[in-house]
């Protein structure tokens, strides 16, 4: 069985990690350089970075903070934010990233991820989705780091995406992102059940429990959360503990 994986997240916005509730109310969390090394040290699975306004800001992302965080960490890294083509993905590659995350521009233009699958292998493809469930109980796909509402269903993405060659989804919910009051199990199970490329939950993580349902509920292959470890609400030793006492695999 493998083991279930946790990873921390480095929202950046002018250089600094910051934090949101439902993609609002951002505030700042620390230094992602320090931030990185630290989570690394306490014995994180991962690592991911988005840098949350490349693409609102229509600028790249920051190849040089990439490469400053990939020297202070030994885990596998993830970057997105601002990727629209091959050369942006070599870039992040040759600055240290091991995963390049997708999302607006891949939506955009689904060419781009079989693209990439086909250049640097499906493995190093992570499709992000930001989702919202609406009035009518559907799932939709947003855009834009979750300014603009698309009219396709979550699932039809992901589907598509994986079809298209995404190694791995990274599924974050709108509703439940900074609120702690539990990650979106019913989209997170669906997808991890239905598609044949690990899932990682995103948005609402705020106790030890919440990983235990998204990992048995929510059939996820890893957690993602982001203010609860940058603000030593919960720490990563203390959680891997609490959910191998809960009979889930986790790395030591």
């Known amino acids: 069985m493998l ?21 609002e109310n951002i505030r700042d969390a620390g230094d992602p350089v320090e931030l990185g090394a630290f989570y690394a040290e306490q014995g994180a699975d991962e690592l991911v970075f988005l840098d949350i306004t490349a693409t609102v800001e ?5 190849s040089e903070l990439v490469n400053k965080i990939s020297h202070r960490i030994n885990i596998p890294f993830t ?16 600055n240290g990233a091991d995963k390049i995350s997708v999302n607006t ?16 292998g499906s493995q190093c493809v992570v499709l992000a989705i930001d989702t919202k469930q609406e009035a009518d109980g559907e799932w939709y796909v947003y855009l834009n780091g979750g300014r603009t509402k698309t009219d396709m269903r979550c699932e039809d993405w992901a589907r598509q995406a994986v079809d298209l060659g995404a190694g791995e989804i990274l599924l974050t919910s709108m509703n439940h992102d900074g609120t702690k009051q539990g990650f979106a199990l019913d989209i997170t199970e669906k997808l991890a059940t239905g598609l044949p490329v690990p899932v990682i939950a995103s948005g609402g993580g705020g106790t030890m429990p919440h990983f235990v349902e998204v990992f048995t509920k929510g059939k996820a292959d890893a ?8 603000f030593k609400e919960i720490a990563i030793p203390d959680l891997k503990q609490f959910l191998r006492d ?4 986790v790395r030591h």
């Open 105 to 120: 521009a891949a939506f955009k233009n689904p060419a781009l991820i079989a693209g990439l699958a086909r250049e640097f």
């Open 246 to 249: 809960a009979g889930i695999e």
């Open 79 to 94: 970057v997105g934010g601002g990727i629209s083509s091959i050369e942006d993905v070599s870039v992040l590659l040759q």
């Open 223 to 230: 957690a993602l959360a982001a203010s609860i470890f940058h």
């Open 3 to 23: 083991t279930k994986r946790i990873i921390p997240c480095l929202d950046i916005k002018d250089g600094r990690t910051v934090k949101g509730i439902n993609f």
């Open 58 to 62: 229509k600028r790249k992302t920051l």
